[in-house]
């Protein structure tokens, strides 16, 4: 099969315009593609999958085991003729800036997966190459097979990039896109707008599409792209065997819409029995529900309209005075609390759930991975056990209470983070349950002695 990194030497240099319109060129010749998004991005995959109609799977080498990335590349791209990773910010960028760990470059060496780099060639000539040469140099052990250019003026200009390139880097340039070849995606302050709000797309990925088919050599692409399939024999996404089934209600619409689908897919693995529901549209907690997950997402773009939907905000909060055991996460969390305070100031009432507000912001509050310990009493995580996860948000919280859910240790600080009362875990932080699947037997072990 193929299989390929796109990278990028940066962020901004095109990847995700470039991964949608591969994926849709190739679908059109008829090929069944698979989408993967390198890092903890939540908004990219959602593109892979308005794309592909295949679940888009994010893949980390900080947040996951070797072996686990291997398995959901292995079983995600079960079908597929193609499968395609977008990287994450520059090619080599991760957890640190003293290794690959968490890269682009990372996931390419533990998936043996060959690597396109796109370069930003704007206002540069032979200069190009030496960019190329570098990231070739940095590690031995990266697979840099071909390089696409983007915001080049002419095609002249691509000549000239490409004879550079490949007599100094002794790899084929294989297209480019000129400036301003394709429209922008909209964007807001968490990146790009979900899929989920956008509607139909099929028109906006086959301009891409046609675009890069001009100046890209897909036939080329594919010559070079081809790697062996990733066999896996076991893995923790395995169905277990004798589990009894838990009723999980998801909520999950544009509002929120964060989901790991390896996250789902444990829970599912482990017994559980999803049911979604939209709090956006009014829907009340599912009946037979024995757990709730309110995940991240935009509730505050929607604030008005969640807020006004009472018999939603009523059903969530006799679920968790029920005892439902609940996890809300980000955009869950913002939810649960007593109101939402926007960028014009304007307040909107929200569950009440738990003491204090959120107050958006301009400036973002906090970006990066997370290591993340229990404490007493909390059903998902307990105090000996750790998992990891990450933050990105531009909301800051205000309010006091002295029950936090858990530690969250990241690069720069570490601290107690979030809300825990009895039956409810909520916080800021975005677990990712294959860090640590026993946080999948606790939740579901807590649904069902909550039955008892």
Known sequence: MNRFVLAGTGSGVGKTTFTIGIMRALMKRGLTVQGFKCGPDYIDPTYHTAVTKRPSRNIDSFMMEHEVIRAIVARASQGADVAIIEGVMGFYDGKSPLSNEGSAADISEITKSPVILIVNAASMARSVAAIVKGFQLLDESSNIVGVIANQLGSKSHFDIVKTAIEKECGIPVIGYLPKDAVPAMPSRHLGLVPAIERGDLDSYFDSLATAIEETVDIDQLMEITKAQRIEVSSSIFDIQPEKEEVHIAVAKDAAFNFYYEENLELLRA????????SPLQNEEVPNEAQGLYIGGGFPEEFAEQLSANEQAKESIRNAI???????AECGGYIYLTEEIVDRQANVFPMLGVIPGRVRMQDKRAALGYREITGVSGNFLIGEEEQAKGHEFH??????????PAYFSKGRFRAQQEGYLHKNLVAGFTHFHFASNPQLVENWLKACLEGEQ
């Not at 005075?321 to 996890?327: D, E, F, I, V």
């Open 270 to 277: 482990h017994g559980a029995k999803l049911h979604f529901f």
């Open 321 to 327: 005075n029920r005892g439902l055991p609940t996890l």
């Open 394 to 403: 531009y909301s800051k919280y205000e309010g006091e209470h002295t029950t």
